[in-house]
Every structure is written in C-alpha cells, then in structure tokens.
C-alpha cells in the first residue's frame, strides 16, 4: 500500500504540477518544531548538514499553548513559551536551517533515501530524518467537552489556570499529571476537584500526599463525566459513580473550568508502519540514543518520551538526534 495519494486526484495548477514532478532531496529532514526539532536543527546546521525542517500542524509544539516557562535553565526570570519557541527558531536559521511550513502528511521508509510527503503533495527525499512531532493531550471524547472546548475546557492548566482565579475548577485523571495540575490549579482557585475512574490514584506517593494534604483539593474516587453542561461556558460536570454497576448514581458539580489531565497520544502514527513503537504508539529508540528501528531514522522529544516530556529533556534528545544523523552519514559517507 502506498501512502502517497495518487497524483491525478490533486489540484492541478502549473506551480502544483512541477513540484509534483520534483522531488526535493536533503541530507538531514527534520519534521517538527517543538524545543527537539529546533534542538537538533541548530545542531544539524552548524554540522554543516543543511537541514530542512518541517514546522508541522502547530508550528513551536505543545510549549507555544503554555504561558511562563520557568525551568528551563538558563532563564532565571522565566520566558513565555511563545517566545522561547521564536528565540530557538531564530537560533535554528541564525546557521542555516531552511524553516519550512508544512506537514509530513505520509512517509516511505522502505528504501534508502527515506521518502516523507510533505502536505499530500510534495515528497522529500532525505538521506537522515529526525522525528520530533511530539504527542497530543488527551481527551474524553464527549459531545459537550467539545463544545465547550475553550469555554472551559482545556488540557492545560498552566495555560488557562490563570483565567479560572478564585473559580472552581475539575481536573480528570489520576496520574501524575492530573496532581500536578490539581496542585497547579489550588494554587489560584477557590476548590479543586479530581475526577478519578478507579478507586486510587496513580501517581507517584509524594504527590499524592500533597494532594490529599491539599486543603483546596477534594478527590471524587470511582466517578466518569457523563457530560458538560452551562450556558455558553461550562457551568456544571454530570458525573456517574461506579460506572457499570447496580448502584450507579448520578450527581452534579458546580465548575467554571473542566482540564483533562488523562495523558497524551504521541504523534506517530504515519510512522507506525515502518519504525517499532510500544504499546502506546510511542517511537522505540535504542536506549542511550536516538536511533529507530531503521538506519537513519531518528526521534527525539515527546514521540519517543513517554516518561520525562520536559521541555529541557526534549532539546537534550533533540540534540542528541542531530548527533546521530551526522555520525550515520559520516560512516555512510553520504
Ligand atoms: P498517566 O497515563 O500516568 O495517567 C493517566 C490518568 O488518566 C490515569 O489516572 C488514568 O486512569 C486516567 N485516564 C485515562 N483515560 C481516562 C479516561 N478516558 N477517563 C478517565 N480517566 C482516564 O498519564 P500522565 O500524563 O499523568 O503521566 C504520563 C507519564 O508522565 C507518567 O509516566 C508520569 O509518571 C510522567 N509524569 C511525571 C511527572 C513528574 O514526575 N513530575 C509529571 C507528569 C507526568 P487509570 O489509572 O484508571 O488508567
């Protein structure tokens, strides 16, 4: 199966037409543009690989959906994600990198160069490509969680935490990410509950203690989100408790705000076919490194991490990845 849609089925303009017909080739093709993919850009570039790299669906990643960044080291007063993302863009072009918009809609991997199709179009034939498209949060997938999406809802408390001050708020899960944004959260509002489906958390002890210990915080154990309700915005969350049993009930909470805090999905999947991933769909690298299943291929950041997904571990592994392309085309003499 071919993952290229075929030709005649495309616009036809003459400019389409041409790059059609062309295809690029490039010697290091970086697809993603979160802190891994310019990580390794800057590195790639001032190798002297000439990269290309490929900006994706949300150019800067996951970090531009976040406000203050304040662990990343090297900024004692903090930075905004936003900005982060332009400065290491900057840095990425300062030596070289050619920064593209566009999204690796499809790859061929069988064969040396790699083959990536970039907007359904136009194929990159590249001799080291570096996968750094990150993950995406997670969510229930109810009707009026999308409805209130942005009016209430959100998967990020460090991004909209700020606008739900002195309000109460939900966060749904209960792993590590769903207490950090519990404990996020308390931090600025008036009562935080955690919606949890299983009957204990799941994160590690010591934020669990500070959790329980939270005075904000209430954990409503054994309970699911059967739906979203408000006018405009979200006003109250119907939950059912013991989900599947005799004694199922249904009961109300009153909150502005609703956060899914229920993982992430990494951005695989046109990959999937080719590179070996665990059962979550996250890239497998050899350990201590960034090498895929195939030669050549590389991943860095979140679509490789399903552990650490700091921004500060997602630019070590891009810069590892940069490394890596360099030694593979330096012992392939390519
Ligand atoms: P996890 O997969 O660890 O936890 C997801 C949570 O969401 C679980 O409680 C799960 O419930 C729940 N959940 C999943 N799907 C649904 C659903 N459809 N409805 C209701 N609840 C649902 O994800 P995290 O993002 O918390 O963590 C991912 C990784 O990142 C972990 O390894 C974690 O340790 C790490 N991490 C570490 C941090 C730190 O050390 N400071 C901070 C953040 C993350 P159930 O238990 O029933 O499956």
Sequence with gaps: MSFFKPLENLESNDDQKKEKKESEQVRCLIIGSGPAGYTAAIYAARANLNPVLYEG???????????????????????????????????????????????????????????????????????????????????????????????????CATCDGFFFKGKDVAVVGGGD????????????????????????????????????????????????????????????????????QPEETEEVIRIDGFFLAIGHTPNSEIFSKYLDTNENGYIKTIPGTSKTSIPGIFACGDVQDPVYRQAVTAAGTGCMAAIDAERYLAEHGI
């Design 57 to 155: 669906l949300q150019p800067g990643g996951q970090l531009t959906t976040t406000t203050e960044v304040e662990n990343f080291p090297g900024y004692p007063e903090g930075i905004t994600g936003p900005k982060m993302m332009e400065q290491l863009k900057i840095q990425a072009e300062r030596f070289g990198t050619d920064c593209r918009w566009g999204i690796a809609t499809g790859v061929d991997f069988s064969s040396n160069p790699h083959k990536v199709v970039i907007d359904e179009r136009q194929v990159i034939e590249a001799d080291t490509v570096i996968i750094a498209t990150g993950a995406t949060a997670k969510y229930l997938g109810l009707e009026s969680e999308q409805k209130y999406m942005g009016s209430g809802v959100s998967a």
């Design 177 to 244: 990410s769903a207490c950090e944004e519990a404990l996020y959260l308390a931090g600025l509002c008036n009562k935080v509950y955690m919606i949890v489906r299983k009957n204990y958390l799941r994160a590690s002890k010591i934020l669990q203690d500070r959790v329980f210990n939270h005075p904000k915080i209430e954990v409503l154990f054994e309970r699911n989100t059967r739906e979203l309700r408000g006018d405009k915005v979200v006003q109250e969350a119907v939950l059912i408790k013991k989900k599947d």
